[in-house]
């Protein structure tokens, strides 16, 4: 049986790491133009980009089950 209320609960968590998640995507996305402009290299500032947005992926599957949760309950 599906806690309703504790499933809502994640979700709101869940909502709250997808906007801190997006968060550090565009200040990271912001510190490579400003690296690149500076002549620094971008390599590893570029995987770290890459690492936060294979998780925001993954936070907005987690999401979505959870959703799926609420709708069976």
């Known amino acids: 049986m599906v806690d309703r209320q504790q499933e809502r609960e994640h979700l709101i968590l869940a909502d709250q790491h997808l906007a801190a998640g997006k968060r550090r995507i565009a200040k990271q996305i912001i510190l490579i133009q400003n690296m690149t402009q500076r ?30 949760a609420i709708g069976r309950g």
């Open 39 to 68: 002549g620094q290299d971008t390599t590893e500032a570029k995987k770290l980009l890459q690492n936060f947005e294979d998780t925001l992926e993954i936070w907005y599957v987690h999401r979505g089950l959870i959703r799926d």
